[in-house]
């Protein structure tokens, strides 16, 4: 069945014929077929290493696998969901290599690591990783082969010291991290010696010719898409948000220099195009890029957009979209609570909600989602209130549009001004009360599992005493329960739950990313997290007074 997948694939670049004595290297996506090819990060990466003659690389997934070679010099893995880590050590196990970084030998592949989940927090997965890639792969990836061909025949040590020097490439074994007990925070972190950088930069490329799709594949999760990646990051910078401070700044892909031409290339093979970014309508050309696409010749082009800030879903978008075979549009509001916005720094007024989804009904779109949040720090009940109050008016203005509130907790996140805060503990009582309020009122209440959301906060605040709790979680099962028994049984190895998950850290604490750069400095996320207090006590004194 392998070889049959592979065959369906249309490729939008030429692999290079690997010389003679090429590095044999196997990039994995610790997940099915399916939705690794539908993952950008993936298809770049993996196309960037084919085109290399020195490189025979060989594609590996939990379900198919193209031809692994005997001996595997480099093994890289692409990690876009925290959970994959279950299918990292599996497939680390079922290629006879040893599933922790330490007892690997000289004829064991170098592992290395890259993607959102990794760069964010490596801390966690760092035991299982050799090599971990931070920030975007452009610049990053040539040069970690190249510097890893200049020690290829040296000894695993020697090669891991020559790989530290380059920008971006981080080596957890030659960090040693201290704690104040084995049960307590982090001391410190402190390469093993003078010649490692004591702090790793996470990469940030700097051209304006982004992604696009080097396969498309009625296989992929959505058929036969073509992806085209229009910014990267986004300006908004809400205090909670990964998507913008991991990756800013904020940068737009050149319309006439690499958007069209992507398109036309795809438009070649496929007539399913996907518009990707964390903020896609706010390229600064949006407008011309839609009316490129509105050209008659692309009449029966079917347009998936990843994200719309809400205040730019205009008529013409919502008739754009509708003509293209979508039905419905997802904008994230929060919270329906004006404070909490101001919190958040989410710079979005009422009735700007309410026009999207006058805008998005008059389109001729079915359907409106709006993406909501309970337990961001600040938030009161009667913020929920709010909510409620917020979903019936919109229901209002838009009489026979569908509306959905999908809604989270708040999970803290590494690099951003709320990482020192924890979940809130109301959070699931709060998920219970707005759909006991909207359900009745005919609003398609979608919660996301507050179980969950404890397990990303304990991977997004891990510091890399988790490898061993994730280790053995693995063998109890997936759910928190699972998580919770794990954390028994290493009783005094490690904090408790609620030290990563609930705490809210002191400002004072030795973070476990300290040793990592991301776009901004702690002074800056400080000062930006101050702002945030600031709002939250003058709201509080307001209902005081
Ligand atoms: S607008 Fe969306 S993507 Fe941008 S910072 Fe806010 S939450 Fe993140």
Redesign the pocket.
Known sequence: MSSSLFALEYLLFTPATPKNDAIPLIFAFPNEYTVGITSLGYQIVWSTLTMRDDLEVSRLFTDIRETLPRQAEILGFSVSWELDYVNILNLLESLNIPIRAHQRQHNHPIVFGGGPVLTANPEPFAEFFDVILLGDGENLLGNFIDAYKEVRNADRKTQLIALAQVPGIYIPSLYQVEYHSSDGAIKSIQPISSTIPAVVQKQTYRGNTLSASTVVTEKAAWENIFMVEVVRS?????R??????LTLPFRTASLEGSLIPAIERGLQVTNRLGLLG??VTQHPEFHELLDYINQPKYDDVRLSIA?V?TNTVTLELAQTLAKRDTKSLTI?V?SGSEKVRRI???KLEQEDIIQAAINAKSGGLSGLKLYGMVGIPGEEESDLDATVAMMKVIKKAAPGLRLTLGCSSFVPKAHTPFQWYGVNKQAEKRLQFLQKQLKPQGIDFRPESYNWSIIQALISRGDRRISKLLELTRSFGDSLGSYKRAFKELKGQLPDLNFYVYDQWSDEQILPWHHLQAALPQSTLLKHLGEAQSLMKSSSELILN
């Open positions: 986004c300006p908004e910078m809400c909670f948000c990964l998507a913008s401070y964390a903020s994200s800030r994230a929060e958040i720094n989410k």
